[in-house]
């Protein structure tokens, strides 16, 4: 089974509102990273957090990393209908695989 | 062109036959990556590999091939392709700055196994 779960599968909200996402993981990470899918396109890479860092921001994202839940949250401060995209997290372990998560599809609503 | 290019964009194919994906990179990266991304499972790991003549299977290897005899180059070939091959197929390469390097991805290859 796949390393990452994200929750929720899908999310809609209005533009101007914070969307956040989560991210859970089985085994131990070196980091976690987060990429954004527009419809039909391939991923872009958003953020990393390594395993020693709890928060890190970047614009109008902020991600955290719980390494004893194992779990990640990605938040989206002010959305845009322009955010609206499939969100992956993915897993980064000592063998340099990168594993992905099943991703949470984030309508924004203008 | 500077990056990561795959080909074909789109192919169809019949059960059995034998197709190949192309995936070229220009950073000279090391690590490069097949995935393949159905519906409800994101992305799942095929194969990947840390370097000309090294790879290694990912979590759905069985039915597929890889080789790599140059650092650009990671072609992606089903030996006798199935329906539950279909599928849209992503390549992706990282950087040889540690872990802690993001990866790049290409476009993507929507194949059709009929």
């Known amino acids: 089974s796949q390393q990452g779960e994200e929750d929720p599968q899908a999310l809609s909200i209005q533009e101007g509102e914070n969307a956040t996402m989560n991210c859970s993981y089985k085994?131990?990470?070196?980091?976690l990273q987060w990429y954004r899918q527009n419809s039909g396109r391939g991923l872009v890479h958003l953020i990393l957090?390594?395993?020693?860092?709890r928060e890190k921001h970047s614009g109008r994202l902020r991600v955290t990393l719980d390494t004893s839940k194992k779990s990640s949250s990605l938040l989206i401060t002010a959305s845009r209908a322009a955010d609206t995209a499939s969100y992956f997290c993915?897993?980064?372990?000592?063998?340099?695989?990168?594993?992905f998560g099943s991703g949470t599809r984030l309508l924004v609503r203008p | 062109d500077a990056g990561i290019t795959q080909s074909p964009r789109y192919k169809i194919t019949e059960t059995g036959r034998q197709v190949t994906l192309m995936c070229h990179q220009t950073w000279s990266h090391s690590y490069m990556f097949w995935y393949r991304q159905d519906l409800g499972h994101g992305l799942r790991l095929i194969y990947y590999?840390?370097?000309?003549?090294?790879?290694d299977k990912g979590e759905v290897p069985d039915g597929y091939v890889v080789s790599r005899s140059k650092t650009e180059n990671f072609p992606l070939t089903l030996e006798s392709a199935t329906r539950s091959q279909t599928s849209v197929y992503f390549c992706a390469s990282t950087g040889t700055g540690g872990k802690d390097t993001e990866a790049f991805f290409g476009q993507g290859t929507r194949l059709t196994v009929v």
């Open positions: 085994t131990s990470i070196n980091n």
């Open positions: 957090i390594r395993s020693n860092e």
């Open positions: 993915a897993t980064k372990d000592s063998s340099y695989k990168l594993i």
């Open positions: 590999s840390a370097a000309a003549d090294i790879t």
